[in-house]
């Protein structure tokens, strides 16, 4: 074959493109299957979200939120307490934080651990100073493994929320309804059994849930779940079992997330932090109480190098007037009261 012009390639190339595409079009046509009569059939399509757990709703058009003394904000500080089998899978996906080296990964293993041995002391040591009551979300494996921590949290006035069973043991649906349930029913046994508490706050490994978990969660008399971070305040989620508030758990701007995640430095996180509750401050003017809440990985904010960081924001917001810090139980039982919702 003869080389082309170059005023006539692009031509030959576009009609050679084109012929081709004629000719799979003109083959799929005459050896596919034609398609059922109900394909583009959507019986679900309609109005509204794409499930029936809770209706959209503008945050800045719903009625105020008073909190109890007036308080503009309610801060609601959350350390976690994870255990990492050294066994742990990756189904249906490794749990951040997770570890990642051939096993055993002792190396990750006991960076982990080291919040459960140090850092959770030291972050409950800055609560004590500043009188700062807090939620401790801990996992079933914890409390079976380190009894004492249930005992120094309770000691020391916090709630205790449950954190699933451990961190290889993630939510989801290539989990049967009994599989979870039964993975649900226990950790919460574990947990109310060695806290003494009633223990309705849930938060899952990985923050992962399965189709099924809120209605397990609710038929376990669990009032309310810190994984979906899609508001500033509670609401609440309709499941099979009566209702489940959800309760904004901050995810961008946790210590995890922002320091092993996104990579920033220590300073800029203590500046999200404090440009998180000056936001939320200032709107509570306008628009009524608002939650301003700190999530503390003890493996993570608890190192030296970081718990001056945690001192610091939390007495930048402690230091506001009209600021009330609770746990999460009693955060939603206020909210509940104020917005006329008494279910729980």
């Given amino acids: 074959m003869a080389p082309l012009e170059p005023s006539l390639a692009g031509t030959w190339v576009a009609d050679s493109f084109a012929l081709a595409c004629f000719k799979v079009a003109r083959f799929d046509?005459?050896?596919?299957?034609?398609l059922p009569p109900d394909h583009l059939e959507y019986p679900q399509r309609r109005y509204g979200m794409d499930h029936a757990r809770y209706g959209w709703s503008d945050l800045f058009e719903r009625p105020s939120v008073a909190w109890p003394g007036g308080a503009k904000v309610a801060l609601w500080v959350t350390p976690i307490l994870q255990w990492f089998p050294l066994n742990a899978g990756a189904k249906p996906f490794r749990a951040p934080g997770g570890l990642t080296m051939p096993y055993p990964d002792?190396?990750?293993?006991?960076?982990r651990d080291y919040g459960n041995r140090v850092g959770i002391f030291r972050i409950l040591d800055v609560l004590d100073e500043l009188r700062c009551?807090?939620?401790?979300a801990m996992n079933a494996a914890v409390a079976e493994r380190y009894p004492m921590l249930v005992g120094e949290a309770v000691s020391r006035g916090h709630e205790v929320v449950a954190h699933g069973q451990d961190m290889g043991m993630l939510h989801?649906?290539?989990?049967?309804?009994?599989e979870e349930g039964a993975i649900v029913s226990r950790a919460l046994a574990t947990l109310r059994q060695a806290s003494g508490q009633a223990v309705t706050g849930w938060l899952s490994p990985g923050r992962a849930q399965s189709f099924a978990t809120p209605d397990i969660l609710a038929a376990n008399r669990v009032s309310y779940a810190c994984d979906w971070a899609n508001d500033d305040m509670p609401f609440e989620m309709r499941?099979?079992?009566?209702?489940?508030w959800a309760m904004p758990l901050a995810q961008e701007t946790e210590d995890r997330t922002v320091l092993l995640d996104f990579h920033h430095t220590e300073d800029d996180?203590?500046?999200?932090?404090k440009d998180r509750f000056d936001v939320l401050y200032r709107e509570a003017d306008r628009f009524g109480g608002?939650?301003?809440s700190v999530p503390l990985h003890a493996w993570v904010a608890g190192v030296?190098?970081?718990i001056g960081i945690v001192r610091e924001a939390l007495s930048y917001m402690l230091g506001h007037d009209a600021v009330w810090a609770g746990t999460g139980a009693d955060i939603l039982t206020a909210f509940q009261s104020a917005s006329g919702s008494s279910h729980g």
């Avoid at 989801?172 to 009994?178: T, Y």
């Fill in 29 to 34: 046509r005459s050896s596919s299957m034609p």
């Fill in 106 to 111: 002792l190396r990750h293993y006991t960076s």
């Fill in 133 to 136: 009551p807090a939620s401790v």
């Fill in 172 to 178: 989801h649906s290539g989990l049967s309804a009994e």
């Fill in 239 to 244: 499941t099979a079992n009566g209702p489940l």
């Fill in 269 to 273: 996180w203590l500046l999200q932090l």
């Fill in 290 to 292: 608002r939650i301003v």
């Fill in 304 to 306: 030296p190098y970081r």
